[in-house]
């Protein structure tokens, strides 16, 4: 894990730069968390960390409300979250979340995505043993110690901490997720993004010139509107 992600997530955050990209995909992880858990965060850590995770996209205010209030509305689509799994040039192992309210036209296109990159779509869980789900949180290092903030959330489940430029990233185990989540929150500290990641076990190296052929795979994947998140296990 470490730099090597940290990296990955902002260049990641750079292709999602577009307002007309990121926001449609965090209106519907508030929308979906809000249908799943209520449209109270108190009460719902799914939707609180898909709040704070717009908010520190800079989206207004305005679409976070009303993203919420789509959750309960009659005519808001229904929408399904399905993980597609497979391989994309020269071998990537990949993973794609979605949510689509067509899973028929979704899973079509990813198909199409990954056969036209010389990849293939494989069966669900047969990446499991390359990805393990992680909770990632972004922090602002700034008038932090990372030595000392390291003994205190370790009895809040941190599996590791590390720092990048100005940001500090916090990595707990699936299970731990929300527990984390809770203790930051509480201790009032700047939570810039918080997230169940897929992070690979080990990652494989690519050329440059194969690095652009997966990148135009990504950024494809990426510009699908149910597409919710992709990732590789390239370092």
């Known amino acids: 894990m470490g730099r090597a ?44 960390a898909a709040i704070q995770n717009a908010k520190g996209q800079n989206m207004p205010k305005t679409n976070i409300e009303n993203a919420i209030k789509r959750a309960t509305d009659k005519d808001t689509k229904d929408y399904a979250e399905v993980v597609y799994e497979g391989y994309g040039p020269h071998g990537v192992a990949i993973i ?21 990159s010389g990849g ?7 990446l499991s043993f390359i990805f393990e789900r992680k909770g990632v949180f972004q922090l602002k290092a700034e008038g932090l ?10 009895d809040h489940g941190l599996d590791e901490i590390s720092e990048v430029e100005d940001e500090l990233y916090v990595y707990t185990s699936f299970l731990d997720f929300h527990r984390m989540s809770k203790y930051l929150q509480e201790k009032g500290m700047e939570v810039t993004s918080a997230q169940l990641q897929r992070i690979p076990s080990s990652y494989s190296e690519l050329t440059d010139e194969q690095a652009e052929d997966l990148d135009k795979l990504v950024d494809k994947l990426e510009d699908d509107e149910d597409v919710q998140a992709v990732y590789t296990n390239i370092g």
């Open 5 to 48: 992600f940290e990296y990955r997530k902002a260049s990641k955050l750079k292709r999602w730069g577009a307002m007309s990209r990121i926001f449609p995909k965090l209106g519907k992880e508030i929308t979906l968390a809000a249908k799943q858990g209520g449209g109270d965060p108190e009460t719902n850590p799914r939707l609180r």
């Open 96 to 116: 794609i979340e979605t949510a689509t309210d067509n899973p028929t036209r979704t899973v079509a296109n990813v198909r199409s995505a990954l056969v036209r």
């Open 120 to 126: 293939s779509l494989g069966t669900s869980g047969c």
């Open 145 to 154: 110690d990372i030595e000392e903030l390291e003994l205190e959330l370790i």
